[in-house]
């Protein structure tokens, strides 16, 4: 998988009740911003933002495309939940990318072929979420330093369907060959060949999400 950046200007979300003092409740929220679609995009940080609270999944992993076996499912992507001091953050903006799943492997007569590595979803330089594998792999991990909400995605089921990220059970896609359904699932993998048409394809996994709350 592709290499994310480490969080080397961000708390842990465990030490959001030790910002000067306050407990993390006690915080006005100004707004929230989602982004669930891949690609890069500017997010613009509100005036009088003290804390940043983010939630980065990386993109799904593709499915195996189907040949002498059924396919298996590709990865979720992984999970990371961390707060970023505002005034670690030099200027008003940030750029954000969002992880695009990984396609599903082309079906064949063959061995199951693997899917493609979802894309890390990414705050910055400051955290980042990496994709999970193609088909068959396991669920997108990591590598951030110091951080105690980072959550390796699930992996591909030996079943076909797609892995499930944190964000709901139903994020991976299903057997045969169903794309990942959102925030990081993985795509499923596709249904073996029948000694006339070759296998099915595996499906594409979902794209990353980013979720910015700004207090």
């Known amino acids: 998988n592709a290499d994310v950046p480490n969080a080397d200007f961000a708390d842990s979300a465990g030490d959001a009740d030790t910002l000067d003092g306050s407990d993390a409740s006690e915080l006005q929220n100004k707004s929230t911003t989602s982004y669930t679609s891949s690609g890069s995009y500017t997010y613009n940080i509100p005036n009088g933002t003290d804390i940043l609270f983010v939630h980065l999944i990386g993109g799904g992993g593709g499915g195996q495309g189907g040949g002498e076996t059924k396919g298996g499912g590709g990865g979720a992507g992984g999970t990371v939940v961390g707060i970023v001091h505002a005034e670690r953050i030099s200027g008003s903006s940030v750029n954000v990318t969002v992880g695009s799943g990984g396609d599903g492997g082309p079906g064949s007569f063959n061995p199951p072929s693997n899917g493609e590595d979802g894309n890390p979803t990414t705050f910055s330089d400051l955290l980042g979420a990496e994709g999970g594998s193609g088909g068959g792999g396991g669920g997108g991990s990591t590598i951030e330093q110091?951080?105690?909400?980072?959550?390796?995605?699930?992996?591909?089921k030996a079943d076909g369907d797609g892995g499930n990220s944190t964000y709901g059970s139903d994020t991976g896609g299903t057997y045969p060959s169903g794309d990942g359904n959102y925030a990081g699932?993985?795509?499923?993998?596709g249904k073996p060949d029948d000694n006339v048409?070759?296998?099915?394809d595996g499906g594409t996994g979902a794209s990353g999400i980013a979720i910015i709350t700004a207090f």
């Open 185 to 189: 699932g993985g795509g499923a993998g």
């Open 146 to 156: 110091g951080m105690t909400n980072v959550t390796k995605g699930n992996s591909g």
């Open 197 to 200: 048409d070759p296998g099915g």
